[in-house]
């Protein structure tokens, strides 16, 4: 060990020399390859480009998915903003209810138009108009349209009977008045949708038996509507729009009767087996009406 160091025993003096008068080493500035980040650049570049195609191409597959399902999508926006907004002023059992109710008298159009051949999108609601069903292809006869319109009051009215059978078995609890409630809304919607005016339902029914049941229907809509403005209660938009819609589609009517006489050819036995069934539903309608009346008091 005595010959490693100096006689002082300073090791200092015998450290290594590394220039620029420093014993620490010189880090050398080497100078980055050129090109090198322009290369780093690129890749950057190359990697947002295909997020962003990835993105774009994901995209452009739930726009396919909306245009192939735009009726599914529409029924359910429509449903789901007419439900929260039925929801808020009746609460959401009530709400939800009167929501599900009118979809099936809708699905009653769809089902039998589906039957027919006839190409129908699914129900659009409509918050405080209810909903509508729209025809890619008009009916080739009158029966066609009669049957289809009559479609939504027949299963319109079932959901409405099985609602007040469940009341009937439960008419004391809160379950059992909610079902009495909706009931009665049920056989409500559906008889006032049997008046004979076109774009009712009723007026399509009865079309097929006469054209002069649309006059009668236009004289059932002023009359509920002048009772309305007599008896001092808020007069109903809908029922407005009833009678001034209606009375264009009764002009219609006639024309349409002159202009095309073979789509308003039909048998004897089509006119009474629909006819039968109108005034069946009449009746029945009517009597739930009466029976479920005592959740008004």
Not at 185 to 214: C, E
Not at 274 to 279: E, F, H, K, Q, T
Request: proline content about 5%.
């Amino acid at each position: 060990m005595a010959g490693i160091y100096p006689k002082n025993g300073d090791p200092e003096q015998h450290a290594a020399d590394y220039g620029y008068g420093t014993n620490r080493p010189v880090q050398a500035d080497i100078p980055a390859q050129p090109g090198s980040r322009g290369r780093r650049n690129g890749g950057v570049v190359a990697g947002i480009l295909a997020a962003l195609g990835l993105v774009v191409s994901k995209l452009s597959y739930v726009g396919l998915l909306l245009l192939k399902f735009k009726s599914l999508w529409f029924t359910l926006v429509s449903t789901g903003v007419t439900a929260l907004i039925y929801a808020q002023l009746f609460g959401w059992a009530f709400g939800v209810g009167i929501v599900v109710l009118i979809l099936i008298h809708e699905s009653g159009h769809v089902v039998v138009a589906r039957i027919m051949g006839l190409p129908v999108t699914l129900p659009v609601m409509i918050p405080f108009l209810g909903a509508f069903v729209s025809m890619k292809q008009q009916p080739r006869t009158v029966a066609q349209e009669s049957i289809m319109a009559i479609g939504g009051p027949v299963l319109g009215s079932i959901a409405a009977g099985l609602c007040y059978a469940g009341y009937l078995s439960m008419p004391d609890s809160s379950t059992g008045r909610l079902l009495q409630a909706l009931a009665y809304f049920g056989f409500l919607i559906n008889l006032f949708n049997l008046i004979p005016l076109t774009p009712l339902d009723g007026g399509r029914v009865t079309s097929l038996l006469s054209k002069w049941f649309n006059v009668a229907g236009l004289l059932i809509a002023a009359g509920l509507l002048l009772f309305e403005m007599q008896s001092g209660t808020t007069v109903s938009p809908v029922l407005f729009l009833v009678l001034i819609f209606g009375a264009f589609a009764t002009w219609q009517r006639f024309r349409s009767t002159a202009l095309n006489p073979a789509y308003y050819a039909v048998d004897v036995q089509t006119k009474v087996v629909v006819g039968s069934l109108y005034l069946a539903l009449l009746f029945a309608l009517g009597w739930g009406m009466l029976q479920t009346s005592a959740i008004l008091r």
